[in-house]
Every structure is written in structure tokens, then in C-alpha cells.
């Protein structure tokens, strides 16, 4: 078990509150975003100790022959590089987690870590920074928050005018927002207080909430940025930093934020980030962000296929897609307790979809982009406890909802072919989508696997030809928890 040291202070649940500086101009006055934060220049000899590594190995883990280690990690498809990195834990009473955080576990039915857990908990109770390359669902968001609630038993409580302890980084507030439902269900019990800022929702309760002081603090970074530039918050007591899904925050151009924010926060803290991809960009960051890193993978690096979900692609042309999406509505609706996410390309496309089928009596709703933060909120809400078990949504909600849910991809263009030999599917594909040619690889990788596993309906037309009038719909039913 953990014996709770504290580093320094008076015990941490001792009161304490917000505040800040509130003077200066508005950010948006700035051309770019960060202007006005200064980079620090840290002296790691005048910044306070603090702990951070606080895993004791198991005795179940100690006796465990790596031999069997090898086998699991195998069986599991895990692999790690870096120096000096713990065994994966199998069970969960191996992690030695406080016994508040255990009972929550317990009473979430769950019998075993997910891969990424076993071999990330150890790592992060050891203090190391760390890189997790695991696809959407696999059970990352308790990887980091767990360790964090360790890490943040571990430090002095926060004082007036003291920010958070804990930095979570997320690229949306859909994202940011399933966090902190986590992080507040498990840091109840822990007398920890977290919130979740982001854009689109009023400034007032996301300020009042720092100011009243939070351990763990999620946040999308332009948002934080406002707050930061402000003197709403800071990051001094900043001492465990994670950056959830780093590639798609590359993607939305987040990357400038990225960097103000982490020039804000001690260089000895520790990081985790992760990643559904390996590109060079996200690598260059892990290079800058973390020092002497593990690096865990779920599955193969290069681009994949998630091998935990079976994909149906049913190709047909525009006619027949409603109808068949009905005919599967209704085996699928058939049972009870079963939810359903239908993906769209347009928001016109999504109310009006969404419209048709309230009318023929499906207990649909639909989300995108340009619904109020509140309707969205309430929307995914309904979804989420059952009550409109149908979600139609633009790619506003099609990250981190993948949990035991069936999924149809309404929107995208797809081929029509005879056969599926990989290399003419491929050939097909470069004259659809210029610009594959740097990716042939990873795609062809990717092909190969899919053409042994979907079950496709080709509509027959001879040779070989691309159909801009055809589209697809994918059911994709998710098997893990």
C-alpha cells in the first residue's frame, strides 16, 4: 500500500481559495494567441521539491517471471521502449490504488485493467513521463486520472491564489467535459475538486471555480490561454501535465497554444501524453515536452484498423441508403438497452435527417457545431442516459464516444468494386483522392488487414471503376468497454 507523505506545508485539506490578478486588457486585442504570456525561466534550485514517484511493486508483480510478463504483453499487444520500465499490473488490487478509489472501481463491475492501464498505471505511479498510443476506448482517461489523484494526494494542499495541480489538456469540450464527469466521479471520494474549462460557455463559473481553487483543472488550450493571459489562473503548483488525443490538437492547429501553455509550468514536472497516432509532428513534441519517456503502445504504430471493432461497409448508391438504414435501426433498436451514433457530412444533412426520423416516430436527436454549448450538453445528456437512444452528429461528437454504441457512417463517398484485391482497391483509390501517394503504405497496410475481416456487398459493374454517386454505410459495433 501507499504511505502518504506529504512534501512540505500544512496538510492539504486545510481550506483555501482562488484569486488572481485581474487587471489588463482583453486577449482578444492580441493578434496572436499566448501574446502576452511571458516564457518563464525556471531555476529548479529555488522551486519546491516535490514528489512524484510513489509506486511500490506488488508482490504478485514481483514474482511474476518475464517470461509471463512477455506472454501478457504479447497476448495484449503491448509494447514499450524507454529505459527501466515497470511490469504491467494484471489485476487491479496489483496497483496498490487508495482504498476509496477501489471501492469506486469496484462498484464499476469491472473484473480486469485494459492494456493500456495494466502497463501505463505503473509507469505513471513511478514518476516517469510517458507517451500511450492507444485507440479511442481503450480505457486511457483512468490510465492518467488515477495516477493524478495518487500524485495529487502526494503534494501540499493548494493555497490562495494557487492554481491546479493537475493539467489536463483536451482538444474539444465534448472531450474535455467526458474527463471531468471521470475525474469528478473518482476525486468525490478523495476530497479533490476539479472543473472543466473550455470555450463556448460562459467565462463567470469556469473563473469562479479556479478562483475557489481546483486540483485537477481540464481545459481545451484557447480558453486556458484567455484565462492565463488574464490572471485568472496559473500553472505554479503545476506538477502533472497530460495531453489527451496530442495528434488531434495538432490537427485543429492547437500546437502555438500548446507550447505557450507548457512554457507556464515547471520543467521537472511530470508528462503524459496521448495519442491515437505516431506521426513526426507529435513525435518532435514528445521530443521538446518530456524527458527520458516510455513509450506504450496499444496495436501496431503505423496507421490501423482498430482490431476490437468489427466494420460491416455496405456499398450501395444514394437510393438505397435510407432504406437500409432503417432495415438496421430496426434490428438493431430491437433490443432494448442498445445505442446508436449515425454520422453525417452537413448540419443541413443532420437537422434533416434528424427531422425525418422524429417524424416516422425513432427517438432520434441530432448535434453539431452550430447547436448552443446548453442544447449540446442536453443532447448528449439524453443520449448518454437513454432516454433519445438514437444520436445523429456532424464529426463534433465522433471522438470519445466510443463505448459499447453501433455506429453508421451516413456521409462518406466509397467505391464500387468486383473483387477486393488490395493493390486494383488501391489503384481505384488513387484516382478518387489525389495526394494517397505518401501514404500508400500505411493504407495498403491497413487495406490488406480489412479485406480478410469486411464483410462487404459489392455492386457489380464489370471492371473496376470509381462511382462518385456511391456512398457507404459503416456498422461498426464496439466490443470494448
Not at 473484473?111 to 513521463?129: F, H, N, R, Y
Not at 472531450?175 to 479533490?192: F, H, N
Not at 453525417?344 to 416516430?361: F, I, Q, S, Y
Not at 449540446?376 to 464516444?401: C, H, M, Q
Request: hydrophobic content about 35%; some cysteine.
Amino acid at each position: 500500500m501507499f504511505s502518504f507523505r506529504y512534501g512540505g506545508g500544512p496538510p492539504r485539506f486545510g481550506g483555501g481559495g482562488g484569486g488572481g490578478n485581474r487587471s489588463g486588457p482583453p486577449p482578444g486585442k492580441f493578434g496572436n494567441p499566448g501574446e502576452r504570456l511571458r516564457k518563464k525561466h525556471w531555476n529548479l534550485d529555488e522551486l519546491p521539491k516535490f514528489q512524484k514517484n510513489f509506486y511500490q511493486e506488488h508482490t504478485d508483480a514481483t514474482r511474476r517471471p518475464p517470461q509471463e510478463v512477455e506472454q501478457y504483453r504479447r497476448s495484449k499487444e503491448v509494447t514499450v521502449k524507454g529505459r527501466d520500465c515497470p511490469k504491467p499490473i494484471i489485476k487491479f488490487h496489483e496497483a496498490a490504488f487508495p482504498s476509496y478509489v477501489m471501492e469506486v472501481i469496484v462498484k464499476q463491475n469491472w473484473t480486469d485493467p485494459t492494456p493500456i492501464q495494466s502497463q501505463g498505471w505503473p509507469v505513471a505511479l513511478s514518476g516517469k513521463d510517458m507517451v500511450g498510443i492507444a485507440q479511442t476506448g481503450s480505457g486511457k482517461t483512468l490510465a492518467y486520472l488515477l495516477p493524478a489523484i495518487v500524485h495529487i494526494q502526494h503534494q501540499p494542499f493548494l493555497e490562495h491564489g494557487d492554481g491546479p495541480i493537475c493539467l489536463v489538456l483536451a482538444p474539444t469540450r465534448e472531450l474535455a467535459q467526458q474527463v471531468q464527469q471521470v475525474a469528478a466521479e473518482y476525486g468525490r471520494a478523495s476530497r479533490l475538486k476539479s472543473t472543466c474549462i473550455y470555450g463556448g460557455a460562459p467565462k463567470g463559473p469556469q473563473i469562479r471555480d479556479l478562483e475557489r481553487g481546483v486540483e485537477i483543472c481540464i481545459a481545451t488550450p484557447g480558453r486556458l490561454i484567455d484565462f492565463l493571459e488574464c490572471g485568472k489562473t496559473n500553472l505554479r503548483r503545476c506538477t502533472y501535465l497530460v495531453l489527451d488525443e496530442a495528434d488531434r490538437m495538432l490537427d485543429m492547429g492547437f500546437e502555438p497554444q500548446i507550447r505557450k501553455i507548457v512554457e507556464q509550468i515547471r520543467p521537472d514536472r511530470q508528462t503524459l501524453m496521448w495519442s491515437a497516432t505516431w506521426p513526426k509532428e507529435v513525435r518532435q513534441l514528445a521530443e521538446d515536452f518530456l524527458k527520458d519517456y516510455i513509450q506504450i503502445n496499444i496495436g501496431a504504430l503505423q496507421l490501423s484498423a482498430n482490431h476490437n471493432i468489427l466494420q460491416i461497409v455496405d456499398v450501395c448508391n444514394d437510393m438505397e441508403k435510407e432504406d437500409k438504414l432503417i432495415r438496421l435501426l430496426e434490428e438493431i433498436m430491437s433490443e432494448k438497452e442498445n445505442k446508436t451514433i449515425i454520422f453525417v457530412e452537413t448540419k443541413r444533412r443532420c437537422d434533416e435527417l434528424t427531422r425525418r426520423m422524429r417524424r416516422d416516430g425513432w427517438p432520434a436527436m441530432g448535434i453539431h457545431g452550430d447547436k448552443s454549448q446548453q442544447e449540446r450538453d442536453w443532447v448528449l445528456n439524453e443520449f448518454r442516459y437513454g432516454k433519445a437512444p438514437i444520436l445523429i452528429a456532424t464529426d463534433v461528437a465522433s471522438r470519445g464516444l466510443g463505448h459499447g454504441f453501433a455506429f453508421f457512417n451516413f456521409s462518406m463517398h466509397f467505391l464500387s468494386f468486383s473483387h477486393l484485391k488490395v493493390e486494383s482497391l488501391w489503384q481505384a483509390l488513387g484516382m478518387t483522392v489525389p495526394g494517397l501517394e505518401r501514404e500508400k503504405d500505411d493504407i495498403l497496410e491497413v487495406l490488406n488487414w480489412l479485406s480478410a475481416v469486411l464483410q462487404v456487398t459489392c455492386l457489380r459493374f464489370g471492371t473496376i471503376v470509381t462511382f462518385r454517386s456511391l456512398y457507404h454505410i459503416a456498422w461498426v459495433l464496439v466490443s470494448v468497454f
